[in-house]
């Protein structure tokens, strides 16, 4: 059971904007960064955001991330059929003897 | 370019242990730490640990503490997650990673099922 806590779907038609909430607590998200990654039907998962809003070279400015507090979001706007996937929030845990933390994932749809 | 090359898929059973390799090229294998993480059919992802290549020391989550052993061979630029005394609830993929700043790389994953 994981202690960072998403929606387990999203879903919005082509060219729309999606929004992922990741919350989380003072020992996780409230004091480090927050990653996301995209995970492809099928496929490992492949790191979006690192540094709660920094995006690696070769993705999207579409992509986005934010932290406020104990909670990041991942946005993802001009939505594509190729953005159908799982996206995961991840960071480190003081609390769990230094463990580093996934979210509990959300299925991304797109109508 | 990096690559990190697992070992083929394992079928064990109950009370068993399964050995995974993670065979790495492209970069200096002791500079990167390499993380575990495994998914379960269906299921999110679950980290299980850290291994630094150069020193040797490591990181396990709580849950896997007593039951996870992660090591290297540095000459073969290999790293290897032991998982003992198997239950069906390990029934996973079991990825490697290199995760550092803005740049991953992931093995393509190693099914490993528990089964009598």
């Known amino acids: 059971q994981s202690v960072l806590t998403q929606p387990p779907s999203v879903s919005a038609a082509p060219g729309q904007k999606v929004t992922i909430s990741c919350s989380g607590s003072s020992s996780n998200i409230g004091n480090n960064y927050v990653s996301w990654y995209q995970q492809l039907p099928g496929t490992a998962p492949k790191l979006l955001i690192y540094d709660n809003n920094k995006r690696p070279s070769g993705i999207p400015d579409r992509f986005s991330g934010s932290k406020s507090g104990t909670s990041a979001t991942l946005g993802i706007t001009g939505l594509q059929t190729g953005d159908e996937a799982d996206y995961y929030c991840g960071t480190w845990d003081s609390s769990l003897s230094a463990s580093y933390v996934f979210g509990t994932g959300t299925k991304v749809t797109v109508l | ?116």
């Open chain 2, 1 to 116: 370019q990096v690559q990190l090359v697992q070992s083929g898929a394992e079928v064990k059973k109950p009370g068993a242990s399964v050995k995974v390799s993670c065979k790495a090229s492209g970069y200096t294998f002791t500079s990167y730490d390499i993380n575990w993480v495994r998914q379960a059919t269906g299921q999110g992802l679950e980290w299980m640990g850290w291994m630094n290549p150069n020193s040797g020391n490591t990181g396990y989550a709580q849950k896997f503490q007593g039951r996870v052993t992660m090591t290297r061979n540095t000459s073969i630029s290999t790293a290897y997650m032991e998982l003992s005394s198997l239950r069906s609830e390990d029934t996973a993929v079991y990825y490697c990673a290199r995760i550092y700043d803005s740049e991953d790389y992931w093995g393509q994953g190693t099914l490993v099922t528990v089964s009598s």
